[in-house]
């Protein structure tokens, strides 16, 4: 098949590396030179987006981001692509496309369990302009959308994680956060290839909800510093669980953060 990726960052290389193994035609669409040998890159605006060159495209993974994590980012990165994007495509046999949202969609934030069946109830102006780009996407391409809804993605650093330990002697209270590991996220896009029919939408976690003030606390421990102090037993966050991704069969080869972490650490 040939298989268009519109955004071409850490994760989007993996999933690329992964199908061309597997006997794909790889072409990428970013906004600064690629060097990756095995796909052809293109360097254009998503918003002015020329696809008519092209051979026939199959398939399509969307996975952008915005330079900067403001309303007016949101709107033009996300939401603003989509006409241009879907109007690129049109000439082309698209049997699947495939859209990188996130888990900010779910407006939950006193500890609740979220999984794939879950309402989605986006509280602030960013998670609402992510599920009008979903929303936009299935009108779009109703046969063929398939939404992807990551929760934190880790796996390539832990700068942030060193510099919260180094800083953080008290934590207000207890914030459950989720994470996936880059490396199993890569994986399961690339199986979806393989996926006969495959569910509307995806969430994408390792299922292993954990406050956050414990991961801090882990990495004050490894790196022998005082740990923080819990001012209060309110929850905040939500604990999100991959029922769908689960249900697949797709089995995760990075369920202990931790583990990865002390490598990173290394």
């Known amino acids: 098949m040939h298989i268009l990726f519109i955004g071409y960052g850490k994760t989007s290389t993996r999933v690329a590396k992964q199908l061309f193994q597997q006997g794909h035609q790889i ?11 095995y796909a052809t890159h293109l360097i254009q605006d998503v918003h002015q987006l020329n696809l008519t060159h092209l051979l026939p495209i199959d398939w399509v993974y969307v996975l952008l981001s915005p330079s900067q994590s403001t309303v007016e980012g949101y709107q033009q990165t996300y939401v603003d692509s989509v006409a241009p994007i879907g109007q690129a495509l ?22 609740e369990r979220i999984d794939d069946e879950s309402v989605i109830q986006p509280v602030d102006e960013q998670g609402r302009l992510l599920w009008k780009m979903e929303q936009l996407y299935q009108q779009a391409f109703p046969n063929q959308c398939i939404i992807i809804r990551p929760t934190g993605i880790y796996g390539t650093s832990v700068a942030r994680m060193i510099k919260l330990a180094k800083t ?15 490396d199993d996220l890569a994986r399961f896009l690339a199986q979806l290839i393989h996926v006969e029919h495959p569910e509307p939408s995806y969430i994408v976690t390792n299922n292993q909800p954990l406050p956050l003030h414990e991961v801090i606390q882990w990495f004050q421990r490894q790196m022998n510093l005082p740990e923080l102090v819990v001012d209060s037993q309110t929850e905040t966050g939500k604990r999100i669980f991959a029922t769908r991704m689960r249900k697949s069969g797709f089995q995760l080869e990075h369920e202990d953060c931790f583990g990865d972490y002390k490598k990173l650490l290394a």
């Open 27 to 37: 072409t990428t669409i970013s906004q600064s030179p690629k060097i990756d040998h």
């Open 90 to 111: 049109k000439s082309h046999p698209v049997q699947k496309i495939v859209v990188v949202s996130s888990t900010r969609v779910y407006g939950e934030n006193a500890g």
């Open 168 to 182: 953080i002697q008290s934590y207000p209270q207890i914030h459950w956060s989720n994470r996936i590991h880059i």
